[in-house]
């Protein structure tokens, strides 16, 4: 096995592994990586494990650190081993609010919201889809029930009392009201409780170098 040259700051035990001809042309080292000149708001490890490195007094020594020192203002990487299917939704989730928040200056994007600040709103929006926003539910129906009560039902015999103030709105005329509490009954009927468990959305972890203040 091919020896690498070893930086003191990022190690020489991470690498970033491609399809390639040999062991030595399919791994991006951390210490190559170190010695990019990157000018990127973000780098985005999705794979398994890419925040892992060796664990030092100064810290992790692994890809991530060497992208931060290569030039990229932010890294996303993860703990462990990820789900495929549930890590491209969250990333997808991501991505719409970050780039959603950045606009164009000219050949520069100008990025309003912080990585850190969209991850967060991110997982807030992952863990309301699918807990199924029983809350927009409960004020929609505007039942004489308390919430705690409507908190003991099923889905199923939640499903039955929406259908029901459905067909009450739209007896009503209230058509945008019902096509509302609709919608949230959807997310009920689909609603996959697996995917708020951690081991799904709280692998990733971000290293960021500081924002500049802008009056320095």
Known sequence: MPRFATDPQVGDRSGVAFSGE????AILTAHTV???QLRSPLVVLSACETALGEELAEGVLGIGR????GGADAVISSLWAVNDWATGELMQMFYERWLDSSHTDGDHIQIRMSVVDAWAETVRVWLAKWKGSREEIYAILDSQQEPYALDALGVGELQD????K?????RQGHLA?????????R???G???????PKYWAAFSILAVPPKDPHN
């Open 166 to 170: 459905i067909c009450e709105l739209r």
């Open 191 to 197: 609603n996959k409780k697996e995917y708020l468990d």
């Open 66 to 69: 060497a992208f931060i020192l």
């Open 22 to 25: 040999s062991h030595d042309k």
């Open 161 to 164: 009392v929406c259908y029901k």
């Open 177 to 185: 009201a019902a096509r509302h509490l609709e919608r949230h009954m």
């Open 34 to 36: 170190a010695q990019l």
């Open 187 to 189: 997310t009920l009927k």
